[in-house]
Nanobody
Framework: QVQLVESGGGSVPPGGSLRLSCAAS?????MGWFRQAPGKEREFVAA????????YYGDPVKDRFLIFRDFGKNVVTLDMNSLKPDDTALYFC??????????????????WGQGTQVTVSS
């Protein structure tokens, strides 16, 4: 069983930036992030494949967030810029070991981290 450990959450004012990181204890072909705010459904944020050549973003974060990973490394980083109060949520790192297309569906990910809180508030 692969373990995922997230770091980097916190509180920032609107317009601020945060960086989230996630390290996997074993091989993960695709890694990514989902988020869930109180009273809302879980939402896809971003995901990236093993080589970093393929990445996808949820519509609410496009052009503001950047996901990247070093080639072949089991560490993924999410740079979050121009943060808005609507970005406030518990952010979960996800991963899957089998080679597959990068998915935006939560059910396609086998491994989930414990979550790290991101709060955007003035």
């Amino acid at each position: 069983q692969v373990q995922l450990v997230e770091s980097g959450g916190g509180s920032v004012p609107p317009g601020g930036s945060l960086r989230l990181s996630c390290a996997a204890s074993g091989h993960t072909y695709t890694m990514g992030w989902f988020r869930q705010a109180p009273g809302k459904e879980r939402e896809f944020v971003a995901a990236i494949n093993w080589s970093g050549s393929e990445a996808y973003y949820g519509d609410p974060v496009k052009d503001r967030f950047l996901i990247f990973r070093d080639f072949g490394k089991n560490v993924v980083t999410l740079d979050m810029n121009s943060l808005k109060p609507d970005d406030t949520a518990l952010y979960f790192c996800v991963g899957v070991s089998r080679r597959t297309v990068v998915s935006m569906a939560a059910n396609d990910y086998d491994y989930w981290g414990q979550g790290t809180q991101v709060t955007v508030s003035s």
